[in-house]
């Protein structure tokens, strides 16, 4: 490809992309106990035209697949040969958790608990210190992509802080089916991301260890909504929202009463009341029986794929909101407007 004048090369991990280019680069993490070396691995896309800096992330939990499905879709985007400024895509960050099918690195800890980090830290924190100082600190925005822990799932969802204006802007422009108010957490991404400066869109859908069609497809659509919003790549090929999402503020999961085995009654999306039974617990036998039942009214936005239950297990949870037929059409259209896979993303 030509190279542009009127943009420096983009700078990371010592090496340099120039405009109108991109490049995967691999940043030094560490070592395996076999020797075998593992990379933090960034694919640069470093458009002619000047314009934001926008870091795409997934799999900082291991089994959080979903999202490195997201960031492959994206980076085939035909809008992408055209972009304005750059955009960071680091498909897999938490590279050993990946490989052992493991939310968590081997020491045991969630690096989504660890961020900044520390350069002499533990490993979790030199992994985040790391990602911290190539990607986030070279970014104006970022999107992290995320899906529920194991044998749970989540509709498609963005979590957003309270009371940020420009945030709450990309959200409306991402499309998500639910929009989410989160407070940070202490050692999230999110957290010192934005004590940084870098605004950060939470994307919550699917389920860990698996590929769900409706989660890859709002993802990417929603990514590339939030591009055009920034400017970053033009409106054609686009896909546009078919409906307004719906804002929650407050949330509720509703726990097993009982172990035994779990009947689930609704699914991700439906609309439920006070009253709504939810599902019903029951010993193997079948002599004792114990419904599960909803007291708000709100959206089912997760739950439980395990029949098994202990019991204070999380099995449904409920974001609440009184819009009651307007809030259920608006997750409908969400829900219909994925298609069937196209015969080349069969896999």
């Not at 779990?262 to 999306?269: E, H, I, M, Q, S």
Request: hydrophobic content about 40%; aromatic content about 6%.
């Amino acid at each position: 490809m030509a190279t542009g004048k009127t943009r420096k090369p983009f700078q990371i991990g010592g090496y340099e992309i120039a405009p109108g280019t991109r490049q995967t680069v691999d940043i030094p993490v560490s070592r395996l106990s076999d020797h075998t070396p593992v990379h933090l691995s960034v694919h640069v896309v470093h458009g002619r035209k000047p314009g934001p800096v926008m870091f795409v992330s997934a799999a900082i939990h291991g089994d959080e697949v979903i999202g490195v499905e997201i960031v492959r879709r994206l980076l085939k985007a035909g809008a992408l040969k055209t972009m304005a400024g750059t955009l960071l895509a680091v498909p897999i960050v938490n590279t050993f958790g990946f490989l052992n099918h493991s939310r968590y690195l081997p020491d045991r800890r969630d690096l989504n608990r660890c961020f900044p980090g520390l350069s002499q830290g533990s490993m979790a924190s030199r992994l985040g210190h790391i990602f911290m100082t190539e990607v986030v600190g070279r970014s104006d925005v970022g999107v992290d992509l995320h899906s529920a822990s194991n044998n749970r799932t989540n509709l498609p969802q963005l979590r957003l802080t309270p009371g940020n204006d420009r945030l709450a802007e990309l959200a409306n422009a991402f499309g998500a089916p639910v929009i989410m108010r989160s407070k940070l957490r202490e050692g999230s991404l999110r957290m010192a991301a934005e004590e940084s400066g870098v605004d950060v869109l939470l994307y919550e859908g699917g389920a860990a260890l698996r590929f769900d069609e409706l989660a890859a497809r709002a993802g990417v659509s929603g990514i590339l909504r939030v591009m055009k919003h920034l400017r970053m790549i033009p409106g054609k090929g686009v896909p546009k929202i078919r409906h307004k999402p719906v804002m929650v503020g407050d949330s509720s999961w509703y726990r097993a009463p009982a172990g035994g085995l779990l009947r689930g009654y609704v699914a991700d999306g439906d609309m439920v009341e006070p009253g709504t039974v939810l599902g019903a617990i029951s010993d193997p036998f079948g002599e004792v029986e114990t419904e599960v039942v909803a007291d708000v009214t709100g959206i089912l936005v997760g739950r439980t794929h395990m029949p098994v239950v202990y019991e204070g297990d999380a099995l449904f949870h409920v974001a609440e909101t009184a819009r009651g037929d307007a809030a259920v059409q608006g997750v409908s259209a969400h829900l219909a407007a994925a298609p069937l896979f196209d015969e080349d993303e069969i896999i």
